[in-house]
Every structure is written in structure tokens, then in C-alpha cells.
């Protein structure tokens, strides 16, 4: 599987991210931040399919508490 590295220069110090994902397809893509199955079969990947509903909710969040 490929990986995808990349970095940002932070100041000081350098940010890396590796991208190791399959990446979703259009045909997905507006069901992303809802629980909803995952898109790998089970016996490949152990997931849950509410990562991205969650990271949605906490944004919401911060939006309404910092404004």
C-alpha cells in the first residue's frame, strides 16, 4: 500500500503526516460525516465508520465555545 509523506514547516520545528489511507470515493464522499458502515470489508480493516462524526461534532464545538 502506498504511503503518502508530506511536512510543513512550523516555525521551529517541521510537522510530518503520513497518509496511508485508501481515500474515499465520490460516490462516498457525502456519507463521510455520518454513522454509517465503513467502506472496507471487516475482515481487512477493524473500523467503527463515526471517526469522521466525531471530529465534525468536536469543530462544531469549538466554533460554538470559542467563537
Known amino acids: 500500500m502506498a504511503k503518502y509523506i508530506s511536512f ?4 521551529d520545528f ?6 496511508d489511507g485508501d481515500g474515499i470515493a465520490t460516490e462516498y464522499q457525502a456519507q463521510v ?6 467502506l472496507s470489508a ?7 465508520g463515526i471517526r469522521l462524526l466525531i471530529v ?3 469543530l ?3 466554533e460554538e465555545v470559542f467563537g
Open 56 to 58: 465534525k461534532k468536536i
Open 33 to 38: 460525516f455520518g454513522i454509517s458502515p465503513t
Open 60 to 62: 462544531k464545538f469549538k
Open 8 to 11: 510543513t514547516n512550523i516555525g
Open 14 to 19: 517541521y510537522q510530518f503526516t503520513v497518509d
Open 42 to 48: 471487516c475482515d481487512q480493516k477493524e473500523n467503527t
